[in-house]
């Protein structure tokens, strides 16, 4: 199994879906101190944190590879990126590499650098050129872009920021520091790049317009790779008067008037840059284009104290050289934001916008990870990034599933799979870490409205699991699959059951079977593997232990005792069918309570009993042996995902052996939480010291080779960089359970 066939999903019928009114950005984003001017306020903050992650380089091709090497920044949810050209890059010197934009579901480039900057002197008729400058500064900070040339007696500074989720704000300024009066006339320059094979290829179309230039998009609707509408637009207006022609695949944009310069005099330049996927979309961006042409400085102000909140927050408790480390962390995050569109009602965070796959979809058990941290810096968007997904949760009047009432999907999309989206899952649902997610969130600033509002909606899922995935109603519950179109067979449920828990190809479940479950009117409801799974239990334990902590929080104190008692009845079971003596480790069970399977051999998730509590002490011990031992969990880059000394350990295969930095963060806090804090936090060094590129200018990548460090799969991965943000905190977030000692718990 491939881990991306996970993303490829029969389509149902297709019903047209309508557009959406957006805002131009979300209300948290637009939180401002009083007013100052840009260049009073300084970015002082962002010392030493130039190119904390490589932006450079230029695409290729107009789809990207599914490796693609370029790595790009976005802000305020916005659907289109950006990164830098090299200094060898003579020619597209004043752009900026791209835009990466995403085709309602899947990234492409529109450009190599769709606006080139550039300036020709009036009186002798020749161009400034910028690549005269043997050292410029390029460079990508915390919130912005920049280019700085010091070229032909001008310095030319380009930045790029964003404006709204729409739409990008580029100024450049231009300082004569010569002796001499300079008659300058600005012009840009850019050109599409066109995808080799149709429909695609004759899709985009570039359009003079009065205040710039546009690409307007033909109806393409591929679901398997390419998808626009006759609405979709990128759209550049300028500030200035200015005039544009048009030549196939290129354009030329000319300021009307040249600018006169005298000796020490500055000139500035601004334009946005806009991409719409409707026309309601582009009205509504409209009126925040306007003010960003005619007050910039407001606009980066803004911008520029945003982000410096965010840093201040995140860098609480960081050692000052893991600084860089943490913004990288955050401006990944930031990055993979997405805001309302389509189906995708409220802002969230996708794994990975330089990813084919991950690039316009929210994942059910990564937006939980994504949004604990992202609380630490942006509390708001961490509300929105729970309740995105929460937006989609099943109804009991649902019209095709009404059996899975409570339910939260694995993954949402631009397009609903009842309008023709492949990407779109209600197959299964992903690891209950809903109540542990939203706890956390609310902690770190989300407020007891959003508590009050989560609080029915999590009962409801939880009940969705002990309804539809307890097989034996013994109280342990099992991995499985929806009763859906797409679950036909015996192998479409087991690989949607496999795809339910997080770990798609883990070794556990090669040979498991599978068994339907029913109502009590003997009605089919969904399905299980016939194996009850540690980590899945003990997140359930979890989840109650969390919900009453809420019930407590909102004043309902015996619904708060029941979950408790719930709690201990489940740790209990947990530890008596999970739990193997002989080998002083946790494994999945069999059907029906049966033993633990340890033939599976061990796994990650033997590590979850630890991290939620639910170990004894002498259990917890069994288990540090295991993690800690260079056979089994301490590799070079340890905590893999299998223990090495399984016969199925195999570094290459996703989730049978990687190193993935969420499991490894859970067995971190776990080994901490029971008193082995020497070895948490050696642990934590190693992965921070040996994964290539983390504390370097690489990406964040999906995972991790165990033997070598090398980052594998996705890079710039949403829910490692959130790990990575937690682990660099000196007083991260609470453990997920009090140290409780009732029955050994925690002793």
């Known amino acids: 199994m491939i881990h991306l066939s996970r993303r490829q999903f029969a389509a149902s019928s297709l019903v047209p879906l309508g557009a959406a009114l957006l805002p131009a950005a979300p209300a948290h984003a637009q939180e401002t101190a009083p007013e100052a001017s840009h260049h009073g306020s300084g970015d002082s903050f962002r010392d030493g944190l130039s190119d904390v992650l490589d932006l450079h380089g230029l695409p290729e091709a107009a789809e990207p590879p599914g490796d693609n090497p370029l790595n790009v920044f976005a802000d305020l949810g916005a659907w289109h990126a950006y990164g830098l050209p090299s200094a060898a890059d003579h020619a597209y010197l004043g752009g900026f590499s791209g835009p990466l934009y995403v085709a309602e579901e899947y990234p492409w480039y529109l450009s190599r650098a769709f606006s080139r900057f550039g300036l020709v002197d009036e009186r002798s008729a020749r161009a400034v050129d910028l690549s005269g400058d043997r050292a410029p500064r390029l460079e990508a900070r915390p919130g912005v872009l920049t280019q700085s040339y010091v070229t032909d007696g001008l310095c030319v500074t380009v930045e790029l920021r964003y404006a709204t989720n729409r ?85 030329r944009t000319t300021a009307h008037r040249p600018t006169r310069l005298a000796p020490g005099a500055t000139a500035t330049f601004t334009w946005t840059e806009s991409y719409t996927f409707t026309d309601a979309e582009r009205r509504t961006d409209h ?227 599978v068994r339907t479950n029913t109502d009590r009117a003997g009605r089919t409801i969904g399905y299980s593997l016939a194996q009850q799974s540690v980590d899945l239990n003990c997140f359930l334990y979890a989840e109650k232990r969390f919900l009453a902590r809420m019930a407590t929080e909102l004043g309902w104190p015996d619904e708060a005792k029941d979950l408790n008692h719930e709690a201990d009845a489940l740790r209990d079971r947990i530890r008596a069918h999970t739990y193997d003596p002989a080998t002083g480790y946790f494994y999945d069970c069999g059907p029906d309570g049966s033993g633990p399977l340890t033939a599976a051999g061990k796994g990650i998730e033997g590590a979850v009993p630890l991290w939620t509590g639910v170990a004894s002490a002498r259990e917890a011990a069994g288990a540090r042996a295991a993690l800690t031992d260079p056979a089994q969990f301490g590799t070079f880059m340890p905590l893999p995902t299998v223990a090495r000394n399984n ?95 009732d029955g050994g718990q925690r002793a």
């Open 167 to 251: 739409s990008a704000l580029v100024r450049a300024t231009v300082q004569n520091r010569g002796n001499s009066v300079r008659e300058l006339r600005a012009h840009w320059t850019g050109s599409l790049l066109r995808h080799t094979s149709e429909p695609v290829r004759s899709a985009p179309r570039l359009q003079a317009t009065d205040d710039g230039v546009a690409v307007r998009f033909a109806e393409v609707r591929s679901f398997k790779d390419f998808l626009t509408t006759a609405q979709t637009r990128f759209e550049v207006a300028h500030a200035g008067s200015v005039r544009t022609t048009v030549h196939g695949d290129e354009y």
């Open 287 to 513: 009126a925040a284009v306007r003010e960003a042409l005619a007050h910039p400085d407001r606009v980066a102000d803004r911008a520029d104290r945003r982000w410096q909140r965010y840093l201040t927050r995140s860098f609480d408790g960081v050692a000052p050289d893991r600084c860089r480390t943490a913004a990288k962390a955050v401006q990944t995050l930031v990055t993979n934001w997405r805001s309302p569109a389509g189906a995708l009602r409220k802002d969230g965070i996708t794994p990975s916008l330089t990813n084919t796959s991950f690039a316009g979809g929210f994942w059910a058990w990564d937006s939980w990870k994504e949004a604990a941290a992202t609380a630490i810096f942006d509390p708001q968007l961490a509300v929105s990034t729970i309740e995105s997904m929460f937006d989609h949760q099943i109804q009991a009047d649902s019209p095709d599933r009404p059996q899975d009432a409570g339910m939260v999907p694995d993954a949402l999309f631009y397009n609903d799979i009842r309008q023709g989206g492949l990407n779109w899952n209600e197959r299964n649902s992903k690891p209950p870490l809903a109540a542990w997610a939203v706890w956390q969130v609310y902690e770190r600033g989300g407020g007891r409205a959003f508590l009050h509002r989560m609080y029915p909606k999590l009962r409801s899922y939880h009940a969705w699991w002990y309804r539809d995935r307890d097989h034996d109603h013994n109280g342990l519950a099992e991995y499985g699959a929806t009763v859906d179109p797409a679950n036909d067979s015996t192998a479409q449920r087991r690989l949607a059951a496999a795809w339910e828990s997080g770990m798609d190809n883990a070794p556990r479940f090669d040979d498991t079977q």
């Open 647 to 741: 016969p199925k350990f195999d570094p290459t295969g996703y989730w049978r052996g990687l190193v993935w930095l969420d499991q490894a963060y859970f067995a971190i806090r776990g080994l901490s939480d029971y008193g082995y804090d020497r070895d948490a936090r050696a642990i934590g060094e190693q992965l921070l010291q040996h994964a290539d590129g983390l504390l370097g200018d690489g990406p964040i990548h999906e995972n991790y080779h165990p033997l070598t460090g090398a980052g594998k799969n996705s890079a710039n991965f949403s829910w490692s960089a959130a790990v990575v943000l937690e682990m660099l905190r000196k007083h991260p977030s609470a453990a997920p359970l009090p140290r409780l000692r």
